[in-house]
Each structure stands twice: as C-alpha cells, then as structure tokens.
C-alpha cells in the first residue's frame, strides 16, 4: 500500500524558506511544499534593496533563484496572503483569505520585521515608511526627491543602508539612535567611528544617544527638547 505523500507549509519566501525547499527536494521529490509569503513578488535579496535605491540593480538581478524555480520544485506558491493563525493541535494554517492548509510539516521562517516604537505623533507622520522590504523601497522611491530631509529613526544596518541607497538623492540626512555608537550591535567602538566617518564625509548628520519623543507635524522633537525638521521618517530603530 503507497504511503501518504507528506505535506510541507513554509511560512516565508525569503532565504531561509528557500533554503528549506531545497533540503526537502534533496531526500523528498514527491511531498507536497505550499510557500505562504504576504509579499506578492518572487524571491529576492532583501540586502539588495539599498543597491536598487542607487539605481545598481535592478527587481530582475535582485532575484536569487530563477524565474521557474517555484515550478522546477512543485511548489504551490501563494504570494499576498498572511498566515493569520496557525492550529498545532490540527496541524492547519488559516490565511487571512480564509483559506485552510493543512500540513504534516510546518516550518515559521518569516524573518525579523522593523520595531516602530509608540512615539507620540507618529500615526499622523504621512511620509513615513520603513526599509525591509521590496515594497517598503518602492515606497521610498515614491516619496523621495532632491528637496527633501529625510530623518532615519535607528543606527542599526538597515537604519545605515537605507542612508546609502539615498544619499545622493535627498537634500539631507539625518540618522538618529539611542544608542552611543552607530552599529552597536555588531561593531566595537574602533570600527563604530570608522563607520560614522565614513558617511559624515558623504554628508549624513548623526544624533547619538538620543531618541525621538515627539512627532509635531514636520518637525521631530527629541528627548532633550531638540528640533529637527524633516519630510520623510524612516523607521529603523
């Protein structure tokens, strides 16, 4: 009697999901493999985003497997729906279509997402996005022009990419953090300064160990009552 071909979901079309197709075609040609990604593009390099900013890429080099990969490894692809909630006692995956999937095999691989933290004022900011995404990039690209001040809410990798795919671009640059030194979490002071120097030169304006306590229509007022005017936030922190 044939067995029952296992089923695989995998929440997460980025490279730790496709990393997982690729072990699972490797001893299970056969099993079935549903890909749930809110994202309605093929898979990409999401550090490629900043590179596309500059005009170094393109949507179509970003692309890290091929067009027919999806196809090549027959997989059911359901891009722009979001896993609302996940049953493990029935081993099912409800969309936010309302569709069920059931599975034998489920893996979470959706990544990190940007933290916007409660600061006052922040929901009534109208240019203001995030940079994690494809989407988030094109939505920067819409709003970005030579006049503009753009204020970059984090010091983190993201927070500094984001700085380099525009700085040609805006008018200025400011990148403020909590933190003492930019890219804390993996740099030591040495190689901090060396960083911050380094896009100092190119221009970008560093407020260090402080934060954001106020949104007032363009103008962001810090916790030791400073004022910077902006036209577009982005949020990194």
Not at 117 to 122: H, L
């Amino acid at each position: 009697m044939k067995s029952e071909k296992m089923k695989y979901v995998i929440i997460g079309n980025s490279a730790a999901g496709i990393g997982c197709v690729e072990g699972i075609r490797q001893i299970d040609k056969d099993g079935s493999i549903v890909i749930i990604t809110d994202e309605p593009h093929h898979t990409y390099s999401r550090p490629l985003i900043s590179y596309l900013m500059q005009g170094k890429t393109t949507r179509e080099k970003m692309k890290y497997r091929s067009d027919s990969f999806y196809i090549d490894n027959k997989i059911t692809f359901l891009s722009g729906l979001k896993a609302d909630k996940i049953n493990a006692e029935e081993k099912t995956v409800e969309l936010s279509d309302k569709k069920i999937i059931h599975y034998d095999k489920l893996l979470v691989a959706t990544g990190s997402r940007s933290f916007i933290p409660p600061i006052a004022g922040i929901e009534k900011v109208d240019n203001k996005c995030t940079f994690m995404t494809l989407d988030d990039a094109q939505k920067l690209e819409n709003m970005i022009s030579p006049e503009k001040k753009v204020l970059i809410v984090g010091a983190g990798l993201v927070g500094l990419k984001c700085a380099e795919g525009i700085l040609s671009r805006v008018t200025s640059i400011t990148v403020i953090d909590l933190a003492t030194q930019v890219l804390a979490s993996i740099l030591d002071k040495e190689a901090s300064i060396m960083v911050q120097k380094v896009f100092e030169e190119k221009g970008v304006k560093f407020i260090l160990s402080k934060s954001v306590r106020l949104f007032n229509g363009k103008i962001a007022v810090l916790n030791d009552n400073t004022k910077i005017d902006y036209n577009i936030v982005v949020m990194e922190a």
